[in-house]
C-alpha cells in the first residue's frame, strides 16, 4: 500500500475520538490479517471497506456485542464515518461535484430483504439515516434530489453545509486545470460499505458516499442502487462494492456476488469471479478500480480486487479488530 496503514488509521482514530463517538474502549489495535476467506465460527461479524472502515466497525462491533441487529450496528457505523470531515469521499467534508457542489448517496437493506437509498442528496449530513426512513416509512426504495432532501427535512433531519472550506479551496484549484479523471485508487477512492452478520445470524448492509470527485452535476454511481453497491439475501449471504460506479453498474455487480455464493462459490471465489467478469467487458482498466467484500450467512467473509491497493476492516470474535490487504488480480 502506498500510504502506511498506521498514519491512516492514527488520523482518523484521533478525530473520531475527538467528536466523541467512540461507544466502547478496550479495543485492541487492528493489526494486519495474513490470511483471507478465513471462516467465523463465533458470531457476530462485520465487514467493512478500506481503512476508514475501522472507525466503522468499532461502532458496529459494540451494537452487535449487545446483541443488537446487523441493521442498527451497519447504520450507526457508517454514520460516523458521513460525519468525519476528514474523510473526504463520504458525507461531511467530500470532495464536491465539478459545480463545486457536494452530492451524496446512500442504501441500506435489511434481512427482510427491505431497501432504501437516496440519491443526488444536498445539504444533509447522513444520507444512510435517510434511507433507512426511505425503507421504514414510505413505500418506495429510491428518493432523489430535491425530493429527497425535503423528505429528510419532513423527518427531523437539519440542513449541513457539506463543503469544507479545504474541500472548497482544492475544487478551486482543480477548477484551473478542469480535467475529469474519474481514477479510484488508495489515494483517491469513493465509498464505505459494510456489511454484518448478528447474533441472530441475520444479514444487513450499508453503502454511502460522496461519488467520484469533481463528478459531473448529477451523476450517480453504484452506491444508491440496490444490486450494484450492495446486495444481500439472508439465506445466502451479503456483498458490497467500492471503486467506480459505472463499472459496477454494468455487471450489477453485488447481486451477482451474492449469486455466486447461493451456487457453491465461497465468499473469497465469488468476490474473484465477478472482479474478473468485470475486466473482461472493461479491455483498458489502465484507470479503472473495483473491489468488493462479501459474507455468507455462515460467517466466511472474503474480499478481491482489480488492482493492489484495496484494504477492508473486519471484526469477529476470534480475532477482533483488524485492517486486512485484499487479493487483487493485477
Known sequence: ?????HEIITMRRRSFIKAGTLLTSGISLPVLAKKKDTKSTGRPTV??????????????????????????AVEQGVR?????????TVGIGSYPDREGIVTLDACIMDYHSNCGSVAFLQDIENPISVARKVMEETPHVMLVGNGA??????????????????????????KLAAKYQPIINIENHDTISSIALDSMGNLAGACTTSGAAYK???????SPIIGAGLFL??????????????????????????????????????????????????????????????????GNYGAFSLKRGFSFAVCDDQKGHRLVPADYLN
Request: charged letters at 25%; a negative charge.
Open 1 to 5: 500500500m502506498r500510504i502506511a496503514d
Open 47 to 72: 465487514i467493512s471497506t478500506w481503512d476508514h472502515g475501522l472507525m466503522a466497525n468499532e461502532v458496529s462491533w459494540s451494537v452487535l456485542q449487545a446483541q443488537g441487529t446487523s441493521l442498527d
Open 80 to 88: 460516523v464515518v458521513e460525519s468525519d470531515p476528514l474523510v473526504r
Open 149 to 174: 432532501k425535503l423528505f429528510a427535512m419532513s423527518q427531523g433531519f437539519k440542513e449541513t453545509n457539506l463543503l469544507s472550506e479545504l474541500s472548497k479551496k482544492e475544487w478551486e484549484s482543480w
Open 216 to 222: 459531473m452535476h448529477g451523476r450517480v454511481g453504484d
Open 233 to 298: 439475501d439472508n439465506e445466502v449471504g451479503a456483498a458490497a462494492a467500492t471503486g467506480l460506479g459505472e463499472a459496477v453498474i454494468r455487471t450489477a455487480g453485488s447481486a451477482m456476488v451474492v449469486e455466486a455464493m447461493r451456487n457453491g462459490k465461497s465468499p473469497q471465489q465469488a468476490c474473484e469471479e465477478i472482479v474478473k467478469r468485470i475486466m473482461k467487458i472493461h479491455p483498458d482498466t489502465k484507470d479503472l478500480q473495483v473491489g468488493f467484500i462479501a459474507i455468507d450467512i455462515q
